[in-house]
T-cell receptor, first 114, second 110 residues
Framework: NAGVTQTPKFQVLKTGQSMTLQCAQD?????MSWYRQDPGMGLRLIHY???????DQGEVPNGYNVSRSTTEDFPLRLLSAAPSQTSVYFC?????????????FGSGTRLTVV | RKEVEQDPGPFNVPEGATVAFNCTYS??????FFWYRQDCRKEPKLLMS???SGNEDGRFTAQLNRASQYISLLIRDSKLSDSATYLC???????????FGTGTRLQVFP
C-alpha cells in the first residue's frame, strides 16, 4: 500500500499565483485533513473531511479551498498565494483519528511563496 | 492561551537516561489524548494513545491527569534513535479534529 501520497514535494510560487496540492490515500479512510506546520506554531488544521462530499473548516482556512469528490482524494487549493502561506503542508487520513488508529500522514509539501 | 502547551526543549540526555515530558491542555472537555513523534523534516507518526489509567508500550509510558489537565510521556533507557520531536495531541469533546502542541525536542547523545 502506498498510504498517503502528497504531490508535489516542493513548490515555489510567486505571490498571487494559484495552485493545487494533491493528496491521495489508498486505505479507504473516511477522515482526511490538511495541516500546515510553521516554526514555533505546531501543526494547525486548515480543512477537514469526514467523507466524500463533506468538508469543514479548521483553525486557519482563509486562502484555501478543498473539495472531496471521492474517498481517495482530498486536494487543497491555494487561491492567490501570499508569502504568509509559506509553510510545510501535511495531508492525513484515518479510519477514526480520535482513536488508537490515529492519523497516517503524507510526507509533506514544502511550499515557498516569493 | 494555546489549547495545547508543551515545553519546546531541547532536552539533551545521554543514552540510557530516563526523560519525561509534560503537556497541558486548556479544554477540560477534551476527550482523547495522544503522543506523536516527528523526526526532522519528516511527517508525524502516532507513538501512542494516552488512557486515563495510564499505559505503557515498551520503554514508553504515558499518563493522563484530567484533574490537572496534563499529559505526560516517560521514556526509559533512552536510545539514540529516540531523538525526535514529540507532539502532544488532544481531541476536543465530540469531534475528531486533532489539536497539536508545538512539540518537545529530544536529543539523545552517546
Amino acid at each position: 500500500n502506498a498510504g498517503v501520497t502528497q504531490t508535489p514535494k516542493f513548490q515555489v510560487l510567486k505571490t498571487g499565483q494559484s495552485m493545487t496540492l494533491q493528496c491521495a490515500q489508498d486505505m479507504n479512510h473516511e477522515y482526511m485533513s490538511w495541516y500546515r506546520q510553521d516554526p514555533g506554531m505546531g501543526l494547525r488544521l486548515i480543512h477537514y473531511s469526514v467523507g466524500a462530499g463533506i468538508t469543514d473548516q479548521g483553525e486557519v482556512p482563509n486562502g484555501y479551498n478543498v473539495s472531496r469528490s471521492t474517498t481517495e482524494d482530498f486536494p487543497l487549493r491555494l487561491l492567490s498565494a501570499a508569502p504568509s502561506q509559506t509553510s510545510v503542508y501535511f495531508c492525513a487520513s484515518s479510519y477514526s483519528p480520535g482513536t488508537f488508529y490515529g492519523y497516517t500522514f503524507g510526507s509533506g509539501t514544502r511550499l515557498t511563496v516569493v | 492561551r494555546k489549547e495545547v502547551e508543551q515545553d519546546p526543549g531541547p532536552f539533551n540526555v545521554p543514552e540510557g537516561a530516563t526523560v519525561a515530558f509534560n503537556c497541558t491542555y486548556s479544554n477540560s472537555a477534551s476527550q482523547s489524548f495522544f503522543w506523536y513523534r516527528q523526526d526532522c523534516r519528516k511527517e508525524p507518526k502516532l507513538l501512542m494513545s494516552v488512557y486515563s489509567s495510564g499505559n505503557e508500550d515498551g520503554r514508553f509510558t504515558a499518563q493522563l491527569n484530567r484533574a490537572s489537565q496534563y499529559i505526560s510521556l516517560l521514556i526509559r533507557d533512552s536510545k539514540l534513535s529516540d531523538s525526535a520531536t514529540y507532539l502532544c495531541v488532544v481531541t476536543p469533546y465530540n469531534t475528531d479534529k486533532l489539536i497539536f502542541g508545538t512539540g518537545t525536542r529530544l536529543q539523545v547523545f552517546p
